[in-house]
């Protein structure tokens, strides 16, 4: 258990319906990530927060929204579901070490099918 | 811009071969770190090592070995005597230490598959 939890596991959405994605982290990182992975593809970051309060756009933010109202929780949201936000995501958290980056840990994933 | 290759998309070993997985990261950054996570076929991400940009010394634990060459921007990841339960993606995910957020860039991934 790397301390992240995931919810839902699975999901199916109409195309249009909205939904959110609650990932928890049971330390007190700062930092927390949402990833998504499509097939043959490795992970790819949506959205980011560096604390409570802060959030911040990755390589793939259309379509999503993210809030970080309290440090253990990262919710990504989806206003209007589309077939193309089918994918499998993660969430992740990180610790900072002094002076570098360490390893980032990762929830058990979220797979969501869009219909 | 940073770039991440692995070259090989698929690796088929038969058990107790040695295999290599390759990594390529180009960056102009003179500090980064580098990551490699495994994720077995039920879908979870397992953190396997992390080196820096500092240190080139290759390492050894258990059956696992990296050679990170700075000069030819590879990381390239060894495992001693394949296993069945080896069998899995790998992904190489560098991090620039001074990027915003820290967040990793991942590789396309390698799927290793060890027979018996």
């Known amino acids: 258990n790397a301390g992240v939890t995931q919810t839902p596991k699975f999901r199916v959405l109409k195309t249009g319906q909205s939904m959110t994605l609650l990932c928890a982290q049971d330390?007190?990182?700062?930092?927390m990530y949402w990833y998504r992975q499509d097939p043959g593809m490795g992970l790819r970051l949506i959205h980011y927060?560096?604390?409570?309060?802060?959030?911040a756009k990755g390589e793939v933010p259309d379509g999503y929204n993210v809030s970080r109202l309290k440090k253990q929780n990262f919710l990504l949201g989806l206003e209007s579901a589309a077939p193309s936000q089918t994918s499998v995501y993660f969430c992740?958290?990180?610790?900072?070490?002094?002076?570098?980056?360490?390893?980032?840990?990762f929830g058990p994933g979220t797979r969501l099918t869009v219909l | 811009a940073q770039k991440v290759t692995q070259a090989q998309t698929e690796i088929s070993v038969v058990e107790k071969e040695d295999v290599t997985l390759d990594c390529v990261y180009e960056?102009?950054?003179?500090?980064?770190?580098l990551f490699w996570y495994k994720q077995p076929p039920s879908g979870e991400l397992v953190f396997l090592i992390r080196r820096n940009s500092f240190d080139e010394q290759n390492e050894i634990s258990g059956r696992y070995s990296w050679n990170f060459q700075k000069s030819t921007s590879s990381f390239n990841f060894t495992i001693t005597a394949s296993q069945v339960v080896d069998s899995a993606v790998y992904f190489c995910a560098p991090s620039p230490a001074n990027q915003a957020g820290t967040a990793l860039i991942f590789g396309k991934g390698t799927t290793l598959s060890v027979s018996s």
């Open positions: 960056t102009r950054d003179t500090t980064y770190y």
């Open positions: 992740a958290r990180i610790l900072r070490l002094a002076g570098g980056v360490g390893e980032q840990f």
């Open positions: 927060s560096v604390g409570e309060g802060t959030t």
């Open positions: 330390m007190n990182h700062e930092y």
